[in-house]
């Protein structure tokens, strides 16, 4: 299948600070790029859909001034948490789709600590 | 509201045994994903199924959809300790793919020697 990589796996940071993470489809354009949240021994969650060159939309209840998400490429999204809090401590899953007839393949995971 | 649910949502069972993990939903969407979550992991695709009777088998793992009944199973047939792990079934948030999924909450799945 197509690969899809997030970076950094893992990070922590300090309450108050900003943090980014890469979401590159390494092998495809892809149309769309998604961003995921999981809290422990919970299922994931939509935060929100990114398209190349547009605004993402968000999901219900998911702050778009603290989750900023850019689409600059049609192989890289970013998720920029901004002044981060322990409550934002969640494993954070992208996915890529070539098209909205083909599966989704999902990154690696970034497992953010904010301490 | 898109609402899918996984029963039983923890399963400990022996080695050797079979079992039937069962995944509803409300859409009447015709495509359903299975995935493996291994704890601190991403998630790996298990079948992704496009049609009412889909039937796909990898293994021990096997998956049919029934769009009609908006009903799918995970069967696991001689279950072996390495099938140890979270299993989640997921839904297009739309008739295609550009919406996202929505997850069922995974059923942990433990198997004992």
């Known amino acids: 299948g197509a690969v899809v990589s997030q970076h950094p796996s893992w990070v922590i940071c300090k309450s108050g600070t900003s943090v980014k993470i890469e979401c590159r489809s390494l092998d495809f354009q892809a149309t769309t790029m998604f961003w995921y949240r999981q809290f422990p021994k919970q299922s994931l969650m939509l935060m929100a859909t990114s398209n190349e060159g547009s605004k993402a939309t968000y999901e219900q209840g998911v702050e778009k001034d603290k989750f900023l998400i850019n689409h600059a490429s049609l192989t890289l999204s970013t998720l920029t948490v901004t002044s981060a809090h322990p409550e934002d401590s969640s494993f954070y899953i992208c996915s890529a789709i070539l098209d909205s007839n083909t599966e989704a393949f999902f990154g690696q995971g970034t497992r953010l600590t904010v301490v | 509201e898109l609402k899918v649910e996984q029963n039983p949502l923890f399963l400990s069972m022996q080695e050797g045994k079979n079992y039937t993990i069962y995944c509803n939903y409300s859409t009447t969407s015709d495509r359903l994903y299975w995935y493996r979550q291994d704890p601190g992991k991403s998630l790996e695709s298990l079948f992704v199924?496009?049609?009412?009777?889909a039937v796909k088998q990898e293994g021990r793992l096997m998956a049919s959809l029934d769009t009609k009944a908006r009903l799918s199973t995970l069967h696991i047939t001689a279950a072996v300790h390495d099938l140890s792990a979270t299993y989640f079934c997921a839904v297009d948030n739309s008739g295609g793919g550009a919406d996202g999924l929505t997850f069922g909450k995974g059923t942990h799945l433990i198997i004992q020697p």
């Open positions: 199924l496009l049609s009412n009777g």
